[in-house]
C-alpha cells in the first residue's frame, strides 16, 4: 500500500488531511488578498504589515485563528466546487 492510500485511510473523514497551513493561506491570500482577508478574519498579523511568515508563526501557535481560516478555507473550496 503506497503512503497515500494509507494517510487517506487514517483521516477519511478530514478534508484538509495532507493540505499544509501554508497552501491554504497562500489560496486565501490570493482569492481575497490581505485586506479583504483581515476584513473576514479580525487578526492583526492580516492587518499590520501582513505576510505569510508572520501569519504562519502565529496560526500555528493560536488555535482559535488557525481554525477561523481553516473553516474560511473550507467555505471557499466549497464555493468553488459549485462554480
Known sequence: ???ENLYQK???NNPLHGI????ILD????EYGWERLAMKIN?????????L???LKFLRKTPWARDKVERLYLDLVKKK???
Open 1 to 3: 500500500m503506497d503512503k
Open 10 to 12: 487514517e483521516q477519511p
Open 20 to 23: 499544509k497551513l501554508a497552501a
Open 27 to 30: 489560496s486565501l491570500v490570493e
Open 43 to 51: 487578526i492583526n498579523c492580516f492587518k499590520n504589515n501582513p505576510s
Open 53 to 55: 511568515k508572520s501569519s
Open 81 to 83: 466546487s459549485r462554480q
